[in-house]
């Protein structure tokens, strides 16, 4: 019996899992790979799977999705909208959405499996379909390289992947080079000597070391990163106090600092802590700064020959007006760690997954829409069609283009 996408998807999206917790969407996976004929190995990575199917001689080819929902209250108002919750690694109970469209990934390799397998007639090598774990997390793809996954599957002669995006659906696009930032998440504490809010000259106030530390933050890109480079450093938390009349004994920020090259980076991060450290000794702090370095991404970097060759292909089945230059992306990815473990070439794309309607007149080459609802918000609601089929026509497009 042929998959429904449709009903998959809807049931996916109702039904979201936080990360290295997607038991659920794991199995549903590996039922339907054993159901295609595909060899099945589950548990890669603490919840990745991974269906292997051998068909004579030819390249190997690894078709990638990732899994992972958000903890994200969804507010599209769809009718197949989720309620799940679910319990972060904090222990807090928090509301779960595939607010970015990972049910859309999963559903579009599964159709993609299908039809690969009920094709082989027309092909011969070996595809590799992969369901990541905690992509969201930046770890996913490293937990199954480190659990033995190229033990398990053959070498990939190119790693293949996409994610959906503020696009028109229906719409690819793909760049050649570095495609995603790098991504660092820091948290830093700063440490002073608490008292009472009348008496601020017996402490050492540690949520006025964080403020002012978040505003020095903003100077290394305006002073330490050249015009002709990019970075993005962004204070996304800050913690301090638990009451107006009391100055804490410590205070904490969190950033998320984006990068496109290995130079920038290492700059950025040891202006970061440079900066911190120099705060905490101008205000007297009774220690310095402890920084702790949490999730992490690297560049994702398109093989150029390999790009091409995918672009090739999907115009020739897509057409030339389906089919763009996305440029360079500051939101980050792990799937190149799935290629670099092995020395693969990686070509990594968008769909699109929006109503038409939503972009007349407007000019992609600037990058994506900032006026429509994008990944990681609550309102962010892909079109199943022609989401779905493009996402499927575009893994199985490139997939062919390696297969003998």
Same mark, same amino acid.
Not at 50 to 56: C, H, R, S
Not at 140 to 158: E, F, K, N, R, S
Not at 178 to 194: E, P
Not at 267 to 274: D, F, H, K, L, T
């Given at each position: 019996?042929? @998959? ?28 339907? @790979?054993?159901? @295609?004929?595909?060899? *099945?190995?589950?548990?890669?990575? /603490?919840?990745?799977?991974? +269906? ?13 999705? &990732? ?28 509301? %779960? ?5 990972? &049910? ?21 090598? =070996? ?11 930046? +770890?996913?793809?490293?937990?199954? %390289? ?12 190119? %790693?293949?992947? /996409? ?5 028109? #659906? ?46 020095? @933050?903003? /100077? !290394? ?16 938390? !800050? ?11 410590? #205070? ?6 984006? =990068? ?40 994702? *970097? ?12 999907? =115009? ?23 290629? &670099? ?5 990686? %070509? ?11 972009? *007349? ?8 829409? =900032? ?34």
């Amino acid at each position: 019996m042929a @998959l429904n996408l449709e009903e998959i998807y809807v049931d996916l999206h109702q039904n979201p899992e936080l990360s290295f917790q997607e038991f659920r969407t794991a199995g549903i996976v590996a039922g339907h @790979l054993e159901d @295609l004929g595909y060899e *099945v190995h589950t548990e890669i990575g /603490q919840t990745g799977v991974v +269906g292997v199917l051998f068909n004579g001689d030819g390249p190997t080819v690894l078709l990638r999705a &990732d899994m992972d929902g958000l903890p994200v209250l969804e507010e599209t108002g769809l009718d197949y909208a989720s309620e799940a919750r679910g319990t972060d690694r904090a222990g807090n109970d928090v509301p %779960v959405m595939h607010a970015c469209g990972h &049910d859309v990934h999963v559903t579009a390799l599964l159709g993609a499996a299908e039809e690969l397998a009920e094709t082989t007639n027309e092909w011969s090598g =070996t595809v590799i379909a992969l369901f990541q774990p905690a992509e969201e997390e930046g +770890g996913g793809a490293q937990a199954m %390289v480190d659990d033995g996954l190229y033990d398990i599957v053959p070498t990939p002669d190119v %790693v293949l992947g /996409q994610h959906v995006g503020p696009l028109p #659906a229906g719409l690819v696009g793909l760049h050649a080079g570095v495609t995603m930032a790098a991504a660092d998440s820091i948290g830093i504490t700063m440490h002073g000597v608490g008292g009472h809010g009348s008496r601020p000259e017996t402490t050492v106030d540690p949520v006025l070391m964080t403020a002012t530390l978040a505003v020095r @933050l903003q /100077q !290394i890109v305006s002073r330490e990163v050249g015009p002709l480079e990019q970075a993005v450093v962004t204070v996304g938390q !800050i913690h301090g106090g638990t009451k107006n009349n009391i100055i804490p004994a410590k #205070a904490s920020l969190g950033l998320s600092v984006r =990068t496109f090259n290995r130079d920038v980076r290492s700059r950025v991060i040891g202006a970061i802590e440079r900066i911190a450290n120099a705060e905490a000794e101008a205000a007297g702090a009774v220690r310095a700064p402890e920084i702790e370095y949490q999730e992490s991404f690297p560049l994702t *970097v398109n093989d150029p020959d390999a790009t091409e060759r995918a672009r090739t292909a999907l =115009t020739e089945v897509l057409g030339a007006d389906n089919v763009i230059d996305s440029g360079v992306v500051s939101g980050s990815e792990d799937v190149g760690v799935l290629a &670099d473990a092995v020395g693969a070439p990686l %070509v990594y794309w968008f769909i699109g997954g929006s109503d038409h309607s939503l972009f *007349v007149g407007a000019d992609f080459t600037q990058g994506f829409p =900032t006026d429509i609802a994008s990944n990681h918000s609550p309102l962010f609601a892909p079109v199943i069609e022609p989401t779905l089929s493009a996402g499927v026509r575009a893994l199985v497009t490139t997939a062919r283009e390696w297969l003998a």
